[in-house]
């Protein structure tokens, strides 16, 4: 069974900066939402977190795309994370944590895991 | 088994290229090896002595350095000449005591001839030979107006253009009736005169000195034939070089009529266990007075002592390239045409001052040999024509017509056989270069590193690349510039497309000239040139997204994600004033503090959010970005110049603070670095710098491509006695070219060594303006300069700009929870738990 989620308001578009990424904190730490508004679509979210430096560095990597696939490279040692899956281009074994990401009017919404008492209180 | 002693005689170009060869060959295990020196200097490059007097020391031009010696277990005895060779006993003598060898090899070189002219025993005549010699020369000319050469060959034109750069009045007395009667004919004599007296050297051609005696109005007056005189205030002889072969003499080994210890193919003398090699060396009645066949010689005998009985002298060709005095000069082969049946083209442009003659032979298949005064760029294909006997054209004469006039192209790389020769210092042909490819190289660097071609004399650079560039071509391996797979250019090409078309924005360019959306490496090299085309602010919103976290942020991230603050110091200069305001804000967000090794102080630690804060506090006490993130220009190193020290001629605090200032902001394929030192101390490692200068009692000498870091390379003279404005011309112009030319995370360093043509070639461009471009390079740079701007200031002052500095845009006062710290020497650090 899916685990319990929720799409929680993490900003409002005005924050985004095209083309690149901005960090926002969720329940479930820190989380990387990029903009990239020549594509379809436009928005992609995945971890904050760099596995490989242990530092939460992310969204302030350099967007782009190798071989069609969009990715961030690191800011600290340039390894590029898929921004679709989060897999790591260099190191098949190293994956970032992806999340569901969408507009909805102004806002920009994170499906984020939660625990069952909160969605309850949703 | 003990074991035996191998004593090279002679600690010059030849005998060391023989250790080199020998101490990397199996037969180094059987050896103990001892090496006399009659100079008090390690072995050092002959070829290019006379750069001793614009700028180099004995360190730049060392073949080797003593730690060499000692790694390889070489026993050097510097300073100690050998007087006496015992063969019976297998030992020789010095003034220190007696050794013993078994295997002996004179690598003696030559001395330079002194005819016996009355008077040359004066104090004031010279030789040019060694350091020494040079040394000596240079004090003679310090109170001296003009100097005279006896002699007017390679060498003696090469010390015409030494006195001249001594500030001499230089004369040049031939006893022949042209200049370089060895290598030219008469008309290619006459033009290099011609050009040689433009360049303000008097030329005496057909004088016979018949003595020196005191002058009147000069030091020295020299009497010749023809019953006229000159004065002058010294004498360099250049009258010719003979082997030095007074050991050999005297211990009855086989010497030449006309002098030369007698070789055979195997390097070996009349005594087998005595070899000899270099200037030295006699074979087939011949003496080769140029290194490369010195090289040949050196490495046939060290394969000779390994046993191998093929390995063989079997001659070399005498063919030169110069450049004497600025004028190239080329003689290749038979260049008289001696040979029976020999006919000759010759080609003659004295508007331009070219002079060009082919040697064909009789049945007109073949180039015997070629003159070349004033353009030498049809020497290479010639000279490939004629050491690889490739069958000529139909119709020769086009190899030395120019091109408007139906000359043939340059032979292309393929048209060389697999025997050819590229490289005659280091021997390497163009089916060694094909091997090392095959081998696994795959660029220029990497087969410079196998094959050694192209590390000697220099002069088949551009040949090489050209076959490198040919072979890998052949073999489908992409020699590719393309900088991603996103455009198929290079930095350069980028940087001209967006000049030329007026692109302002990466999405311009990569719709019109790219694909995909781009990367990580494609977007800073646009963002760059897009800076440097139109100095736009890195963070407006088009810009942002293409830079380097440093660059976005304007600081350098740290590991743990905090970033680190440095400031502009321009020139390490600092007021107590600031110093404490550097304190105080430290002090308050708690920053690490550390002087940094580029004379500014660096503080780490602050969060994303604390920057704008940080610099606001900053500017208000007057702080200006100090770039420490960008690839541009970060500091100019300064000592404290003529203002305090005692030795200072110049104020090269002043200087290095204008030119700190001048070039801020700018923006380059990579990093620049500058230092400004106040004399030839050189307390601020200038020769270690992108861009150095160092004051000269008359102004400023300016070196530059220099790097330290990964691979260090010390800077070299471009220019010396500039003045304030004369010095920030030229370095306006090297940097801008820099920009323009140099490929993404290039340092001058490896763009320079990277153009074609060198230093040199930059040297015609900048100095010389070969070009054309000068002043729009010129311009270009004050464009830039006028519309600089502190980018942290107006970051700060726009809120649009400060939003960016969330760390997380949703919870402006949550701290990030990686990021832990520790307190070491009073200082606070980061504890990172690997993930
Ligand atoms: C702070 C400092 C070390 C110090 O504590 O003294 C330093 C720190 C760094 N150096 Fe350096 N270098 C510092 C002086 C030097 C010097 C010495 C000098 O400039 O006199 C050199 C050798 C000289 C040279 O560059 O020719 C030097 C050669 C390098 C290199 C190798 C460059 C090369 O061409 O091989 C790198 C790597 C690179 O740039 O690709 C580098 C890269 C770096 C980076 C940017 C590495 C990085 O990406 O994080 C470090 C950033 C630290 C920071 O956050 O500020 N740093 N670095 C020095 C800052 C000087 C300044 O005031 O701006
Ligand atoms: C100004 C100048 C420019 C030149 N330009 C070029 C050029 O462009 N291209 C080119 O190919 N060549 C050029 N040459 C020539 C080139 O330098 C020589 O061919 C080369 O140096 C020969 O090397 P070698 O080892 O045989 O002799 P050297 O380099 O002369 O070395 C011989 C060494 O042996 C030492 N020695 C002699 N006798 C004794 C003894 N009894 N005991 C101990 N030590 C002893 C000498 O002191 C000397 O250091 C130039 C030479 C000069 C001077
Ligand atoms: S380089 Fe010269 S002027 Fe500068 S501090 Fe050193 S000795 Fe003094
Ligand atoms: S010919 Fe001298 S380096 Fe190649």
Known sequence: MKAPTRWDAVCTVDDLVPESGIAVWTEDGPVAVFYLPHRLPALFAISHHDPISGANVLARGITGDLKGEPVVASPLYKQHFSLRTGRCLEDESVQVKRYPVLLDGGRVRLEVPCEQRQTSAA | MSKKTLIVIGNGMVGHHFLEQFVASPAAEDFRVVVFGEEKQLAYDRVHLSEYFSGSSHADLAMGTA????????????????????????????????????????????????????????????????????????????????????????????????????????????????????????????????????????????????AIVEGQDARLRMNFSDDSHLDTDLIVFSAGIRPQDTLARACGLE?????????????????????????????????????????????????????????????????????????????????HGQAPGARSIRFNDEQAGHYRRMVISEDGKRLLGAILVGDNSHYDTLLQYALNEITLPGNPETLILPESQGGAPALGPDALPETASICSCHNVTKGDICGAIDAGCSDLASVKVETKASTGCGGCSALLKNVVDSELE???VEVSKDICEHFPYSRQDLFHLVKVNGIRTFRTLISQYGKGHGCDICKPTVASILATCWNEHILTTDHVPLQDTNDTFMANMQKNGTYSIVPRVPGGEITPDKLIVLGEVAREYDLYTKITGGQRVDLF????????????????????????????????????????????????????????????????????????????????????????????????????????????????????????????????RVLMLYVRTADRLQRTSVWMENLEGGLDYLKEVVLEDSLGMGAELEAHMADIVSTYQCEWKTAVEDPEKRKRFREFVNEPEKKDPVQQWTVERDQRRPVLESA
């Open chain 2, 67 to 210: 730690d060499w010696y000692t790694e390889n277990r070489i026993e050097l005895r510097l300073n100690e000449a050998v007087t006496r060779i015992d063969r019976e006993g297998r030992k020789v003598t010095t003034d220190r005591g007696d050794y013993a060898y078994d295997e002996l090899v004179l690598a003696t070189g030559s001395y330079p001839f002194v005819p016996p002219i009355e008077g040359r025993e004066h104090p004031h005549c010279f030789v040019y030979r060694t350091l020494e010699d040079l040394d000596a020369i240079r004090a003679s000319a310090r109170d001296g107006k003009s100097g005279v050469v006896i002699g007017g060959g390679l060498l003696g034109l090469e010390a015409a253009n030494a006195l001249k750069s001594l500030g001499l009045q230089a004369h040049v007395v031939e006893f022949a009736p042209r200049l370089m009667p060895v290598q030219l004919d008469a008309e290619g004599g006459s033009l290099l005169r011609h050009k040689i007296e433009e360049l303000g050297v008097q030329v005496h051609t057909d004088k016979a000195t018949t």
């Open chain 2, 255 to 335: 010497i030449g009529e006309r002098g030369g210890i007698v070789i055979d193919d195997h390097c070996t003398t009349s005594d087998r266990h005595i070899h000899a090699i270099g200037e030295c060396a006699l074979w087939d009645q011949r003496i080769f007075g140029l290194v490369a066949p010195g090289y040949t010689m050196a490495r046939t005998l060290s394969s000779v002592l390994n046993n191998d009985e093929e390995a063989v002298f079997t001659g070399a060709d005498m063919s030169t390239k110069l450049k004497l005095l600025g004028v190239d000069v080329g003689a290749i082969g038979d260049a």
């Open chain 2, 605 to 732: 630690g602050a969060t994303l959010s604390q920057l704008p804060e940080i610099w606001e506090k900053l500017i208000a006490a007057g702080f200006e970005t100090g770039h420490a993130y960008g690839k541009s220009l970060r500091t100019v190193k300064s000592c404290v110049g003529n203002t305090w020290c005692r030795y200072g001629v110049q104020d090269s605090v002043g200087m290095a603070i204008f030119l700190e200032n001048r070039y801020k902001g700018l923006r380059a394929p990579h990093k620049i670095k500058m230092a400004v030192s106040g004399c030839t101390r050189e307390c601020a490692e200038a020769q270690s710098k992108d861009i150095g200068v160092i004051a000269t009692e008359n102004g400023w000498n300016l070196y530059v491509c220099g790097n330290g870091g990964m691979r260090p390379r010390h800077a070299d003279l471009f220019a010396t006695d500039l003045s304030d404005d004369g010095l920030i011309r030229t370095i306006d």
């Open chain 2, 474 to 476: 052949k073999r489908g």
